[in-house]
């Protein structure tokens, strides 16, 4: 696929649930993405030709989740200098725990950009705040965005103020 802004990789297809949060974001926001299943240890030959191959297409940013001794992430900021967004996948033995600190505590002068435990949506968002520095349209959207998040948060501080604890609580329940 030509014109690729944003690329979605992930080790292993057992983190796509996680990771569809971050290509649902790209998708809402018009981003162009391609999303791919790469290891850093399975597959380490693909990925870093598909790595190249970004970098000669002009992806400007991608997107990579891993669980466990999570080196996807970090392995592909060293080849491509552009920003890497960094998902720690949780873990069945650690719970993330592993996932984060192998992503995050990346050597001085080779960052990946890293959100929290199974933040997909999160990457997806920085993603485009990083995009929106060069692009008004784009900026214009996260705006729009942020301004539609905050009147839901204070509909439901009304909704609760008339509601009450009890009640309110009920409805979220069912
Ligand atoms: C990592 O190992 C993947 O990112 C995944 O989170 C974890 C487990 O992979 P599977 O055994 O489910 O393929 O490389």
């Known amino acids: 696929m ?8 992930m080790g292993s297809d057992s983190d796509l649930e996680v990771m569809k949060g971050a ?15 790469l290891s850093a240890h399975r597959t380490f030959e693909a990925t870093r030709e598909y790595v ?5 297409r002009g992806t400007k940013v991608i997107i990579a989740g891993a669980g ?18 960094g998902i720690p996948i949780k873990s069945k033995s650690l719970e993330g725990l592993d996932s984060l600190l192998s992503i995050v505590q990346m050597p001085p002068g080779i960052p990946v950009a890293t959100v929290g435990i199974n933040s997909a949506k999160n990457a ?3 993603a485009v705040q990083i995009l929106s520095t060069s692009n008004k349209e784009l900026e214009k959207k996260l705006n729009d965005f942020r301004s539609k998040q905050k009147d839901t948060v204070l509909e439901k501080t009304e909704k609760l103020k008339t509601l009450g604890v009890e009640k309110y609580l009920k409805i979220l329940k069912k």
């Not at 290509?23 to 299943?37: A, C, M, P, S, T």
């Not at 190249?52 to 000669?56: C, T």
């Open 2 to 9: 030509k014109n690729v802004i944003v690329s979605v990789l």
């Open 23 to 37: 290509v649902d974001v790209l998708n809402n926001f018009g981003i162009k993405n391609e999303v791919l299943v």
């Open 52 to 56: 190249m191959s970004s970098i000669a």
């Open 68 to 85: 466990g001794s999570a080196h996807l992430p970090g392995v592909i900021a060293a080849m491509f200098p552009l920003p890497v967004i």
């Open 124 to 126: 997806g968002l920085l």
